[in-house]
């Protein structure tokens, strides 16, 4: 079976420190994988998402950035943290097929901006 | 005015009412997501849809594309039902790219 692994669960960061926020998918090969964001009283918003190893899509012009160093590692950084970039992060996967298949939500990171 | 409009943004009712929860979208759609966020913030996927109506458990989704809507029924509501309902579009067909509604929280009291 399929399991997404997100990490740290929590995280309390200082403005201006760095970021890196790890996904990982065990159980499936090649998946399509999503960075969202979820600011407090807001809904979800993709941040970041890719079809393969190197290929990051940006969806908002934002203080963070993506990569996706293997087939199943999807990492969130950013060189100086905003207060702004507060939130719950989730990485998400689909099996990538075209054919319209379900999202698998990790548990999530949330992250505070001091 | 966002793409996804989910009603009401809050809701209580009593253990045993049926609850019911509207999505108007406003773009064209290959698909139609609900999915339940608990306390801890972890989201489950309930249904994808496409057309027509999907039930598991307690839980009914329909969709009527043309009307551009979606809502999500509970029967025999109960408290661990608590938590919030989302829901979300893919507007392409191949491209799993989804938008989201800023989501209903429903209470259910004991």
């Known amino acids: 079976s399929q399991t997404i692994h997100q990490w740290p669960a929590t995280l309390v960061q200082p403005v201006g420190s760095p970021l890196s926020l790890e996904c990982t998918v065990e159980?499936?090969?090649?998946?399509?994988l999503y960075w969202y964001r979820q600011a407090a009283g807001r809904g979800l918003q993709l941040l970041f998402y890719?079809?393969?190893?190197?290929?990051i899509s940006s969806e908002v012009p934002q203080n963070l950035s993506a990569s996706r160093p293997q087939d199943r590692q999807f990492i969130l950084s950013s060189k100086k943290l905003l207060l702004s970039d507060s939130g719950f992060y989730l990485c998400?996967?689909?099996?990538?097929?075209?054919?319209?298949?379900?999202?698998?939500f990790g548990p999530g990171t949330r992250l505070t901006v001091t | 005015k966002n793409e996804v409009e989910q009603s009401p943004q809050n809701l209580t009712a009593q253990e045993g009412e049926f609850i019911t929860i509207n999505c108007s979208y406003s773009?064209?759609?290959?698909?139609l997501h609900w999915l339940q966020q608990h306390p801890g913030g972890g989201i489950v996927s309930l249904f994808m849809?496409?057309?027509g109506k999907k039930k598991h458990g307690r839980l009914i989704a329909t969709i009527n594309i043309q009307e551009k809507h979606s809502s999500l029924h509970i029967t025999a509501s109960h408290p661990r039902d608590s938590a919030v309902y989302i829901c979300?579009?893919?507007?392409?067909?191949?491209?799993?790219?989804?938008?989201f509604g800023t989501g209903t929280r429903l209470t259910i009291i004991p």
């Open positions: 979300a579009v893919r507007s392409h067909f191949g491209n799993e790219k989804l938008t």
């Open positions: 159980g499936t090969s090649n998946p399509n």
């Open positions: 773009v064209g759609i290959s698909a």
């Open positions: 998400a996967w689909t099996y990538g097929t075209g054919t319209g298949d379900e999202q698998y």
């Open positions: 849809l496409s057309s």
């Open positions: 890719s079809v393969g190893i190197g290929q």
